[in-house]
């Protein structure tokens, strides 16, 4: 069984891959009213960008590891795109969107982990 530490990785990796930006991971597991274990939120310049990082989490984590999102949301627009991976939400939107929803002030009593943007 793959662990969920293994799949916030692959996440992770596929969000560098397409250079996403300001890669935060949300870790939820010790806080009671939690909805999951673990939030990955990061950001795009644009919709094209916001779109293609949020495909290539899908791709590369559906290639290395074999897991692939139970549903998807946003990419109509692609202001924020969510993608539901059972205990890991990830989250990919525009900066404007990410900072009006602020979601890492909402769970600030959680863990969060900052990853260095690859240039």
């Not at 397409?18 to 990061?42: D, H, M, Q, W």
Request: charged share 25%; aromatic share 10%; proline share 2%.
């Amino acid at each position: 069984m793959i662990e969920n530490e293994q799949i916030v990785s692959k996440i992770v990796e596929g969000i560098q891959e397409r250079k996403g930006k300001e890669i935060v991971v949300v870790n939820l597991t010790k806080l009671k009213e939690a909805p999951c274990s673990y939030f990955v939120i990061c950001e795009g310049d644009s919709n094209t960008h916001v779109t293609a990082v949020a495909n290539s989490i899908i791709e590369w984590v559906r290639d290395k590891i074999n897991v692939k999102p139970y549903a998807t949301d946003g990419f109509e627009n692609a202001e924020w795109i969510a993608m539901d991976y059972g205990q890991i939400i990830v989250h990919a939107f525009q900066r404007h969107t990410r900072a009006f929803y602020d979601i890492e002030h909402l769970w600030s009593d959680a863990q969060l982990t900052k990853i260095e943007n690859i240039l």
